[in-house]
């Protein structure tokens, strides 16, 4: 790709020319060991606007004669649960931004990161059967947000010695991110102490820009990563509630109002609606109908004390003054989930086979939890031979193991729990936490004891 003189693009807009000017001059202030800066992209329009002026402000350094000794992290969180559309936006933008980087030889590299196995939406949910999130129970965001990003923060700041995140939060976005940025901020400098990880500084560039003038920024300025950034707006507008309008800068008759919507997991049940996906169905996408309505289930179903164990996963009591359940799902209603979920993503697979609502790791990881819970029918295998009819890789024992256990064993009942606890062992392997094993084995014992050598399917 052809390198863009952006000084030679006619920037209007003094506050967007500001923001370019600092930036620059903070990459360029010497402190210790250069130290890295990391930005946080979603793929949204805050993301792209802080990534986009950055970029350009490296630029416009180089065309000046400056070393670009600074590295720069472009770091994407994927939970695993994005929104499709914005999903499959991201990995596009994803590679274009890995390219031109390489071929501008700029000192910025791509990277992405997950939550752990055992960490995800659904090996929570399905596996654990953790009650779906809201505004008093929000496990996703530091199991599937914070904790991966924190830990390469973290590895970051140990071969840096410190770091300065770079974020596109907004003073006029919301009341929350602004007391949220005045809270940490030092009057007078431009960083930030992170709340969070030690030795790391946060840096808010595009704090003072309004709305308007993000937008101005995306549909104005050419992407210097070579994207057309009209898919993004598009995206917005198919996005947009129909009750709300956006003032945007327009630079064309076809820039309508949009904007406001927020992306982020498909799944998330903090807010009882989505909003952004209604819209998006609304205005073409009834494909994601099938997504919709399984969210919808899971909200609808969230606090339903049939579905719910009177004790939570240590055991303690989860039961209120009015002898209603608040504990974890129980195990037929995670079958449940897991069997809709199954068909939900074989429905959207019709028109789009390339999306995957759940991995085959998360698969076999529920698995092992189920076994380590003390279910062992049926089996994650079971339930999506039923909805796809073919089997995927299971935790079963080895042919020799089966003759040498069949030769040993008089009593089926004794033969089963040996298969059980030989299925406990194994799944250790596969999961990162490998403690337990023990007191897995004596559970399950316990259980077997107590039901007189009888098991509840």
Known sequence: MKNL???????KSKRVRAVIDELKDQYME?????????????????????????????????????????????????TMVENPVIDEYVSTVLIKIEDAAREQKLPIQVVRTTPQLEDTFWSCVIGKGYPVPNN??????????????SKFITDQVVADGEAIVLV????????????????????GHRLSKHPLNPNTFTYAPIKELMLEEVWWVINSIPSPWGFDNEILFQIYMNASADDYECPTVVT???HRSCGQSRFGCWICTV???????????????????????????????????????????????????????????TFEYRVQMLRELLETQKEVQKGHSSVRLITSQELIAIQVIWFR???????????????????????????????????????????????????LQKSKVLMMRKFGLQNDIDEQLDRFVKKGGQYAD
């Open 5 to 11: 003189n952006y000084d030679m693009i006619e920037i």
């Open 30 to 78: 010497a402190d210790r060991n250069c130290r890295p800066w990391i930005i946080g992209f979603s793929g949204g329009k805050d993301s792209t606007t802080l990534l986009m002026l950055t970029w350009i402000s490296m630029l416009s350094l180089r065309e000046e004669g400056k070393e670009l000794k600074r590295r720069v992290y472009v770091v994407c969180n994927d």
């Open 136 to 149: 008093s129970f929000r496990f996703c965001t530091d199991k599937m947000k914070i904790k991966p990003t």
């Open 168 to 187: 596109g939060t907004r003073l006029t976005e919301s009341q929350q991110r602004e007391r949220s940025i005045k809270k940490h901020e030092i009057k």
């Open 252 to 254: 064309d008759d076809s």
């Open 271 to 329: 807010a009882k609606e989505d909003k952004s996906m209604t819209s998006l169905i609304r205005n073409g996408f009834t494909w994601m109908t099938p997504l919709l309505e399984y969210h919808d289930r899971l909200v609808e179903n969230r606090n339903k004390s049939e579905l719910r164990l009177p004790t939570r996963r240590n055991g303690q009591s989860a039961v209120d003054e009015t002898g209603h359940n608040q504990g974890n799902y």
């Open 373 to 423: 819970d003390g279910y062992f029918k049926p089996t994650v295998n079971d339930i999506y031979n039923e909805i796809y009819g073919y089997n995927i890789p299971n935790l079963e024992i080895g042919l020799q193991e089966r003759l040498i256990l069949e030769k040993s064993c008089t009593d089926s009942k004794h033969f089963q729990l040996i298969q059980e606890l030989l299925a």
